[in-house]
């Protein structure tokens, strides 16, 4: 089956610790995103990436990073520096940057800090 | 983004047809219409798009007024897995940099009812 998986479902964060997401597709898009959602709240864009090796800062980039090394692959790491990281993390990907508006998402990681 | 303008919340019978509104009384000419929904705990799921004719899919139909100020979703057969957050969405045209280029408003919340 095609899709978008990430992992965990569930992960758990103490204080000053880095976390890494994975978020991973077999689309064959070459457009990927990472979103944050609070409660209630609408989604806002953290990274997204038009093309392998590529990336670029969304509207909320402070206290996250990213790496675009395979194609398939968009990992996201919650640094100790982003000081409210307790979120629904969710990923998306679309065919080509052109098409950005339609596209697919993961299941979701839900971030906790302990 | 185009404003939308959604009702905040709606139910439907199950096996009714159910009619989701939106008004973008701002879209200009060649700005598309999106939906997604989202349910609970999940990633959005994209629905269907369209520009100035209607649409249909294999989840559902897409009407859009001929002064394109207006649409409506409509689900055929509402079945309850289909109880989720719909979201009418009008990206703007812009070929800079991302921001939100998927604004995710208030959408409506659609109860499908046993």
């Known amino acids: 089956d095609g899709g978008i998986t990430q992992s965990p479902k569930y992960l758990f964060r103490k204080e000053g610790q880095n976390v890494t997401l994975s978020c991973e597709q077999n689309?064959?898009?070459?457009?990927m995103y990472w979103y944050r959602q609070d409660p209630g709240q609408g989604l806002r864009l953290i990274y997204y990436?038009?093309?392998?090796?590529?990336?670029q800062k969304g509207d909320i980039a402070e206290g996250y990073s990213v790496s675009r090394e395979k194609k398939e692959s968009f990992p996201l790491t919650v640094t100790s520096a982003q000081k409210n990281p307790t979120a629904f993390y969710l990923c998306?990907?679309?065919?080509?940057?052109?098409?950005?508006?339609?596209?697919?998402f993961g299941p979701g990681t839900r971030l906790l800090v302990l | 983004d185009a404003k939308t303008t959604q009702p905040p919340s709606m139910d439907c019978a199950e096996g009714r047809a159910a009619n989701l509104p939106c008004n973008h009384s701002t879209i200009s000419g060649n700005e598309y219409v999106y939906w997604y929904r989202q349910i609970h705990s999940q990633g959005p799921q994209y629905i269907i798009h369209g520009l100035k004719n209607n649409e249909t899919n294999e989840m559902a139909s897409l009407i859009i007024t001929e002064d394109r100020k207006s649409s409506t979703l409509i689900l055929p057969h509402a079945t309850l897995r289909d109880t989720a957050v719909y979201y009418c969405i009008v990206p703007e045209k812009s070929h800079q940099a991302a921001g939100n280029k998927l604004t995710f408003g208030g959408g409506t919340r659609v109860l499908v009812k046993p």
């Open positions: 689309l064959n898009h070459d457009a």
């Open positions: 990436s038009q093309i392998v090796n590529d990336f």
């Open positions: 998306a990907s679309s065919i080509d940057w052109d098409r950005k508006e339609t596209q697919y």
